[in-house]
Every structure is written in structure tokens, then in C-alpha cells.
């Protein structure tokens, strides 16, 4: 058991360090330096340890729901909408980068779960599991980060196809974000387990 939370955590931490990694990568290369230059392109988690989002809240969750959920995030890399030519289309661009890497590491996962199905009758048994591990976890990050509520990538892809008359909209969900997404996340998180799950099944060709 305990195994297997270090393992989750280590997983969903590394996934998160990636997914802000990519939002900083296509941050510089859309003319902002911001994450560079703060030393946030790395893949070192200690530069992107957020205590409460990457290790209390995941461990909290696990224990709440008996072992079956687990959901975190990493301190968010800082990039500046001056140094944009276009801000709030670049800004859609740099959020959906981070959902965009989560998915991008679960198709690999995928792959190799199907190819690891051989592996099951012999001492790797628990190898597909661990890689059906990976494969979800990146699905939860990807897809419950595209839900539309600030501080949520979701929501900055939402803004940037927003028309200017929507700022109202806006407006209530940046007050009102952080609460909303703590809402979401104890008592709306149902809503969007089919859809991971669909996206499961389709990529490894399994169910959970």
C-alpha cells in the first residue's frame, strides 16, 4: 500500500512538473522569458514544489477516498502577458500547453501498456498496472485542468475565445475561482470521471 501511494505521488508529481514546464517552454517561445529566467525550465521538482497542491492535498484525497483518487498540482510558472504580441491568444496557447503534455504522456504510457500485455503471465505482472497508473493519472491532470474555472488552464482557453462583451463572465469567475475549483473538486469531480475514463479505454484499449 504504501508502495503504491509513493509510486502515485512520484507520478503525479512529475506529470505536473512537465505539464508547467510546457506552459513555460511555450511561453519563451512566444517572446516571454519569464519562466527561463526564473529558472522554471527544468524538470527538477524542487523548483516546482508547491507544498499544499503537490503533496497535502494528493495524500489528503487518497485517504479520503479510501485509495481510489488522487489529484495535486505543481507551483504554476509564472509568465508575463506584457511581453505577448498577441495576450490573450498567446495566453490561450501557453494553458493549453500543460493539459496538451498530460495527454501527450499518456499516449506514450498507453503504447506501452498494450505492449506490455505479454508481460503479465511472468515477475512483471504488476508492470502493466504501473504503466495503466500513468496513463490515468495524466488523463486526470489533462482533462480536469480543461475544466473552465480559474486558476485552471481550462479557464485561460476559455477566456481567449471569449468575446470582449463576456468580461462580466470573466470578471465572476477570476473573484470566484479558487473556491469554485475546491467545490469542483469534492463534489463535481463526478462529472468528469467518464470522460477520463472514456479517454482511458480508448488509449489502452481497457477498462478500469
Aim: aromatic share 12%; glycine share 8%.
Amino acid at each position: 500500500m504504501l508502495v503504491l501511494i509513493v509510486f502515485q505521488l512520484v507520478v503525479l508529481l512529475f506529470s505536473a512538473v512537465i505539464h508547467e514546464v510546457a506552459h513555460g517552454f511555450v511561453a519563451d517561445h512566444l517572446g516571454d522569458p519569464t519562466a527561463r529566467l526564473a529558472g522554471r525550465l527544468t524538470l527538477n521538482p524542487l523548483k516546482h514544489l508547491e507544498w499544499f497542491g503537490s503533496l497535502i492535498l494528493p495524500l489528503m484525497l487518497f485517504l479520503i477516498s479510501g485509495g481510489s483518487f488522487m489529484l495535486g498540482w505543481a507551483k504554476p510558472v509564472p509568465y508575463n502577458p506584457y511581453n505577448l504580441k498577441h495576450p490573450e491568444r498567446d495566453g490561450g496557447l501557453i494553458a493549453a500547453a500543460g493539459p496538451v503534455s498530460n495527454l501527450v504522456i499518456a499516449g506514450v504510457f498507453s503504447v506501452l501498456y498494450r505492449l506490455s500485455g505479454g508481460l503479465a503471465q511472468n515477475s512483471f505482472a504488476a508492470l502493466p498496472d504501473l504503466l495503466g497508473i500513468v496513463v490515468l493519472i495524466n488523463l486526470l491532470l489533462m482533462v480536469f485542468n480543461l475544466v473552465p474555472l480559474p486558476p485552471l488552464d481550462g479557464s485561460k482557453v476559455l477566456f481567449a475565445l471569449l468575446p470582449k462583451s463576456a468580461y462580466p463572465v470573466k470578471a465572476f469567475l477570476e473573484q470566484s475561482g479558487f473556491f469554485l475549483v475546491l467545490l469542483f473538486i469534492f463534489f463535481g469531480f463526478q462529472l468528469i470521471q467518464p470522460i477520463i475514463f472514456f479517454l482511458f479505454r480508448i488509449l489502452t484499449g481497457s477498462s478500469i
